[in-house]
């Protein structure tokens, strides 16, 4: 099943029927949507709750949150399960192109080896670990600090 988001982003510029939790339709074509489900409807037809009066607007922004359902066309619908299978698809064909043998495993394991290995400190600037530091002279522990 796909996400609603990505539904409205395919269904931009078709037509739609948008009723309102307080009752009234907005019949017209999606300019745009966001994450909240805020959307744009252009060249517009409002009905009211009662179906007796309507409204002709040439653009309305409608809040996601007062939405209760949305009609869309069946093609758009068919659209959307076209673009799945072909991300499904291409999915599987990266996927076939990245597999490595031991050889490349090994490489990668190697090069997270010689990534820098330190923390940060309070004010976010990178220390290096302390068994990296070099030895003061005629210091053999590296936890013993050598007297100035």
Known sequence: MKLPLSLLK????????V??????TYNGHLV????????NLREVICTSKDGDRFW????CYIRGSTIKYLR????VIDMVKE??????????????????GQNQRGRNQQNRNNAFSGRRDGQGNRQQAQNNRPLA???KNPQKKVPK
């Open 10 to 17: 395919t269904a931009q510029s078709h037509p739609m029927l």
């Open 19 to 24: 009723e309102l939790k307080n009752g009234e």
């Open 32 to 39: 745009s949507c966001d994450t909240w489900m805020n959307i």
């Open 56 to 59: 002709r607007m040439p653009e």
């Open 72 to 75: 869309i066309p069946d093609e």
């Open 83 to 100: 673009d799945v299978q072909q991300k499904t698809r291409n999915r599987q064909e990266m996927n076939k192109q990245n597999r490595g």
């Open 137 to 139: 002279p005629g210091n």
